[in-house]
């Protein structure tokens, strides 16, 4: 069904201009705990949205119920009527990259198959752990889904899609020692990352099985971020790098552009396209081609992202980092963001540290002021590297920052290694030092 | 007439047990930014699940159009006929038949938007004629949510549940110091609830401003006097999440953690969670099972009394529904999740709290907070020192860590000044689900706070 055509004809004789944006998906979901699959889903979803432009107001609305014109037109000319004056003009048609996210052989999974692979990946935990003290749980999703993008400037994209994605979770209770570790992936066709996903997680649980205190109890330490800690190093960024915030003058790197920020070796690149990750896209959500932006080019702030309607606002153009959800207003973010690693293989990145942290995961993350780049974590999953080895699991251990301070004055080096993450967030390990660190022994 | 659908589809179908939920969700949202109007809309989303359990095991099966049930109550029956192995049963519950009509003195939904965005118009005036920010953001939101369930227990419910908030925050900048300061007003609600906030809209800006000039807090452990809002957190991440069944169900060695009896804290700490709290956020009649709603002690006098259950952790573990199955919304299944969680109020004025710590922190609202299990973290917007009995100079970034075992026996104690508050759950489902979390003050002792070990500025220097 041509729901955003249709809409938009509806919506075309009452306004200046229109977007509509139209999706419909179709999923597969499998669930996996403790031994046994528990449940399977199917859902289908279907839901359009659409900004108007009246007078040079804005107006919104979003509904996953199709059956009622009136209410849907009404409802879009009323919320121009009292909107928000309209800082940008609708995208006008253009050529993206070619990039397919269709995989016939995703599409084609059913029960059977997600099935399998859950019970593969449980039985490489399951096998080789106490059933007592370990639970294991596999959740596996594909989804086949179509957007359709069209405004009054003439643009008529259509896009199919697909996406595979697990997650695996092991929670381990000894006496009163818990441990919980995760692994999740996501990618557009079957690839061998799936069949990788325990493999952390086998790690975890070994690195854990020992419970070590750190020596220093106050003070200052070498810490080292695995590639997913180190999403708190990236999480600024991703506040600190939008338009809109800079545009406020709320984020730290306002005025900023052309200034050496971070350390030489930070090269933080946005890549639109990468083979088989979900979220590559050639135009965005709002139909503006995509391009790669190295963010952080050896340190030096070269650009903020923008959709269209930040970019109006703040005079600037869209750097095509549109992306809506089915019922949503366009938000901007990136991609497949990916921090450069350096020429340091992990083992050598940790060699030489007397004390030190091996930060996993923390508690809390963006529950400080992450906008000026301060964090002050409780870890949750942590090593104490002693050494030069990586000796057991620390807890009640905290640490505290400025992300950009750190990565100014304090980056001992980045691994060669570089890992991808949720899918999509390719980061390295990362080696800091001075980190104010506190524990509760 | 959806009554009627959802009772002929679950009559059709074949399962051992079927049952059907159908939501309305209308919202209505406003938002500035600055002076800019952001928006001003409303919104729709309809839509529809169908679980089944069949042999032991489930399906399901969900949907935005309405138009074929039967067909969505096949295709959940041969989501659970493709699995062999589940061994899931479900305690049973009285099958309840009841129709509620919302009943409000002053119904959102017959307040128009012009209207709606001149009040929020007004508020955001107000905030921006504070002096000293550099941004502010002020948003409404209103949802009325309707409800229908049926299952082939005989049971069909309709439930409507209105729910409002007024969000808002300001932040101020010096330079490369930029703080900003939040709070909300969440409802369960009538429209006459949303007016007279202006206090609260003045104290944000405010305590942006006085952030400015707040020193980070030195990393240590400290004796801390949580806030109301604050200690309402702590005790959903501290102990709710753990009351959980799901997370211990099918785990031995958990359940003999979580074993009934145990000791968890002192005499005067009492925890309950319950939906039946009128004019809260996470109350319902009847949870998405069907199961109606209770009050549940969880802790009794410091020992652990009871867990919150769906109908099948409930089977699993031989104990009793609660009335704790939600879902986010019609996209997923229900889970255990709280509903209302509470420390009860103790008998401890703030003023006999506070007057004997000697070096501590007073620590106020709650940005969050996280749970691992045994660990847990929570973030307070702000805080003060205590000096010798007294309130000090402020303090900011004060996040505080926990552990089940011991941040619960290090209550000290529990004041007489109990209060609700709202909140939302995020939980293995997307989105946030509303909750109420209350307390009174309440003083823990030897509490690891972060922050810098030694005294540094903490904002970036570029």
């Known amino acids: 069904m041509e729901r955003a055509i249709e809409t938009l004809e509806l919506l075309k004789p009452h306004v200046d201009s229109a977007e509509t944006y139209a999706v419909n998906a179709e999923s597969v979901k499998v669930g996996y705990r403790a031994g046994k699959l528990r449940s399977t889903e199917v859902q289908e979803t279907s839901g359009v949205s659409m900004r108007i432009i009246n007078d040079g107001k804005l107006g919104f609305y979003a509904t996953t119920d199709l059956t009622d014109q009136q209410k849907l037109l009404d409802s879009a000319l009323n919320s121009a009527k009292y909107g928000g004056e309209a800082s940008f003009e609708f995208a006008k048609p253009a050529q993206g990259e070619a990039f397919d996210g269709y995989s016939p052989e995703t599409a084609r999974m059913d029960i059977q198959e997600l099935s399998e692979l859950g019970r593969r990946l449980a039985a490489r935990i399951e096998d080789k752990t106490d059933r007592n003290e370990v639970t294991v749980e596999v959740d596996l999703e594909r989804v086949v889904y179509n957007q359709h993008l069209t405004n009054t400037n003439g643009v008529n994209h259509k896009d199919r899609r697909t996406a595979l994605s697990v997650s695996v979770s092991a929670q381990r209770v000894r006496g009163d020692d818990v441990f919980m570790t995760y692994n999740s992936h996501s990618a557009i066709s079957p690839e061998a990352a799936f069949e990788e996903l325990t493999e952390k997680i086998m790690t975890m649980l070994e690195q854990s099985e020992k419970l070590v205190k750190l020596d220093t109890q106050e003070g200052e330490l070498p810490v080292v971020f695995t590639p997913r800690g180190a999403i708190l190093l990236y999480y600024p960024w991703a506040l600190g790098l939008s338009g809109k915030n800079a545009h406020l003058g709320v984020s730290p790197l306002t005025n900023k552009i052309g200034e050496q920020l971070l350390d030489p070796r930070i090269t933080f690149i946005d890549e639109p396209i990468v083979a088989n990750r979900s979220s590559s896209t050639g135009l965005d959500d709002e139909g503006v081609p995509t391009k790669p932006i190295a963010f952080f080019d050896q340190g030096v702030l070269t650009s903020y992202y923008h959709n269209l309607k930040t970019a109006g606002e703040a005079n600037a153009q869209s750097t095509g980092h549109g992306q809506r959800g089915m019922l949503g207003q366009p938000g901007a973010s990136f991609f497949n963001p990916m921090l450069k690693g350096g020429k340091t293989p992990f083992k050598e990145l940790i060699a030489d540290i007397k004390e030190g942290l091996l930060v996993d995961s923390v508690l809390g993350m963006g529950q400080t002021n992450i906008l000026a780049g301060e964090f002050s974590n409780t870890v949750n999953v942590a090593f104490k590297i002693e050494n030069g080895e990586v000796v057991g699991r620390v807890k009640d251990v905290a640490i505290a920052g400025n992300v950009y301070n750190l990565l100014k004055n304090n980056l001992a080096d980045l691994s060669s290694e570089v890992e991808l993450l949720y899918g999509s967030i390719r980061l390295p390990y990362v080696r800091l030092e001075k980190v104010s660190t506190v524990s509760n022994n | ?462």
């Open chain 2, 1 to 462: 007439m959806i009554r009627d659908r959802i009772t002929d589809a679950v009559k059709k179908s074949k399962a051992d047990y079927t049952e059907i939920r159908i939501e309305n969700k209308d919202t209505t949202s406003v938002a500035f930014r600055g002076k800019i109007l952001e928006t001003v809309n409303t919104g729709r989303d309809v839509g529809g699940i169908v679980r089944v359990l069949h042999k032991g095991n489930w399906g399901v099966s969900t949907f935005n159009s309405l138009d074929e049930l039967d067909r969505h109550v096949s295709l959940a029956l041969e989501c659970a006929k493709a699995l062999s192995e589940g061994d899931a049963k479900m305690a049973q519950v009285t099958p309840h038949v009841y129709e509620m009509a919302l009943e409000l003195e002053h119904d959102f939904r017959q307040v128009d938007l012009s209207t709606k965005k001149q009040l929020v118009e007004h508020y955001n005036n107000l905030l921006l004629s504070q002096p000293g920010l550099q941004d502010s953001n002020m948003g409404y939101g209103d949802t009325l949510l309707t409800l229908h369930y049926g299952n082939s227990d005989g049971t069909y419910i309709k439930q409507e549940r209105p729910y409002g908030s007024l969000r808002f925050s300001a932040t101020a900048r010096d330079g490369a110091n930029v703080q900003t300061a939040f709070d909300n007003v969440q409802l369960a609600w009538d429209f006459n609830e949303i007016y007279n906030k202006e206090e609260k809209v003045i104290g944000v800006a405010k305590r942006a401003v006085d952030m400015l000039s707040a020193q980070p807090v030195q990393a240590g452990n400290y004796t801390v006097i949580l806030n109301q809002k604050l200690a309402g957190v702590f005790i959903h991440e501290a102990f709710g999440h753990l009351s959980e069944a799901d997370h211990i169900d099918e785990n031995p060695r958990a359940q003999e953690m979580m074993r009934l009896g145990r000791r968890f804290g002192p005499t005067i700490l009492n925890v309950s969670d319950g939906g039946i709290h009128p004019n809260l956020v996470g109350s319902l009649q009847f949870d998405d099972e069907g199961t109606p709603s209770q009050e549940t002690m969880l802790v009794k006098e410091g020992e652990l009394v009871g867990r919150l259950h769906t109908r099948e952790t409930a089977a699993k573990l031989g104990e009793i529904p609660t009335g704790n199955a939600r879902a986010t919304d019609y996209r997923y299944p229900p889970i255990v999740r709280m509903t209302n969680t509470c420390i009860k109020g103790g008998d401890t004025s703030f003023e006999d709290m506070i007057k004997d710590v000697k070096l501590g922190i007073y620590a106020v609202d709650a940005i969050g907070g996280q749970t691992a299990m045994e660990n847990f973290s929570f973030s307070s917007q702000y805080g003060y020192m205590i000096r010798d009995g007294q309130i000090g100079e402020m303090v900011k970034d004060v996040i505080l860590a926990g552990n089940i075992f011991t941040t619960l026996s290090n209550v000290e104690a529990v004041g007489n000044d109990f209060e609700w508050n709202s909140g939302g759950c995020g939980k293995g489902q997307g989105g946030m689900l509303p909750v109420g979390m209350g307390s009174p003050h309440i003083r823990i002792k030897n509490v690891l706070v972060g922050g810098t070990a030694s005294r540094q500025p903490s904002t970036m220097q570029v």
